[in-house]
């Protein structure tokens, strides 16, 4: 064979001298993704490569690696599988990196956010298919413990119809009932922290507990109320508000923010979510029949009119601790796009929040059909002529024109707000802007409000965040209240201090003026009254004192 069919390790774009690299897919704070032709067996992969500064420290090699190890031999349509890890040394550089399949489609995440929420038929199906390969891993003993928008990929048609769903992304697997601690996210060491994505993290793994299979159902549960409504089951202001919800608030209804989700699948995410683990489905086998069954077709009872010969016919739990510490995980690379389709980037585990822009639309169907009904023609009495003589029929009536309920739009995007109200069969009519501390173009309200009724074609007015907000009045106030209250209105505040006559600790001026709208982010000085300093005492001149002269003892000989 020729020296290409076997390439040498120093070649030009070889990583670990196989992988041909074709272009980034993504990068995180551990590793960056590569699409990359296999030079050995062919075919286009994903290729994880440890940064080249981490990957100095064994631990982080050793921790890196663990990922691939712990999957490589569980084989399912569902999983994206290994192909190959290691370490290639080169040059004296040690390239630590993993080869996977490279799944058809995008991220759960980014097709939510280019192309809409998922119908609820849709949805089932993609958590029928992840359930499939959560259960080839909890056959295993393993538990993914990161089931996330970013780590599922979906292939979808142009009708929408799901051709594949696969999970990515298994930098957190471990055995069943292990924790997520560790003292950094690739948990290379021991430390008192909690890795995990806050968005949609089970309770127990928020706590540091170990966590079972039923972890990772919570996890898909969080995910398909974002398939569903366009944002993450808690959305809060904070981590640590984020974390109280998943420990205490009641699980959400995605039928509550967006229509035609059926009851029957609320019920399944919102049993899932429960926030004891023995309260969830028993398997994930047993959450993807309770699935099927929410969008499965009901049946109905009729009769018939039948003759008098023949028959009818009928057609549990431990006591919360305060939460840990919590390492959350930066964003997965997303995928790019090549060819004929999408290619998605391994997700990488990493150490920022996940933010997720609230895009959410309407599932419901288009307008209601106005029917006409017919009315009975009558005939008027004639008289006894030759030629009967019949009457007109009276106009045909149409049927009341059924209301349609105004579905919540509050905290979509306006585009998102837009779509949800023309499935329902409205239209947007004026949108305007206010002062807010919500990201610029969050609809913050509708005219008529959530609930209203109007005529098919009615018009919603919206009124959206303009992106700025006006500066807190925080004149006189206490410091800390005034920083406070000027992060609260979405501002980054900046303190100095000014001596002053006013009490010490006290605000005496903010930068920009109060009530000035600026945009979100500003910086805003605040001043503080500081205490002018304490006289320094000054020291009177010590004058010596003079020295007596002794006086001379008579009869003494000087």
Known sequence: MSDAEHPEPHDDGLVAGRFRVLGLLGSGATASVYEALDTVAGGRVA????????????????????????????????LCGVIGSGVHDEGGTPQTWSAWQLAPGVTLGEHVRERGVLSARAAVDVGARVLDGLAALHSAGLVHRDISPSNIVIDVDAAGRLRDARIIDFGLVDVAGSTTRGGDVLRSEEGDGVVGNLQYAAPELLRGEGVGPAADLYQLAGVLYFALVGGPPFPRESSEATIRAHQSAPPPTASVRVGGIPVSLDRVIVRAMLKDPDSRFASANEMRAALAASVAPRTTTATTPVAATTKTRVFAPVAPTPADPVRVREPEPEPGRTGAGWLWGLGLVAAALVVAVVVALSSGGGAPTVRETSTPIAETPVAPTPTPTVSTPPPVTPSAVPAILVPAVEGMTADAARQALERAGLAVGEIRQTDSVQSSGTVLGSDPAAGGSLTPGGIVSLTVASGDNSVPDVIGVPEQQATEAVAAAGFTPVVTRQISEAPTGTVISVQPSPATSIPLGTSVTIVVAAAPPAPVPTTPPVTPTPTPTPTPTPGATP
């Open 47 to 78: 290729v994880k490569v440890l940064h080249p500064h981490l990957a100095e420290r064994r631990t982080l090699r050793t921790a890196f690696l663990r990922e691939a190890e712990r999957v490589a031999g569980i084989a399912h349509p569902a």
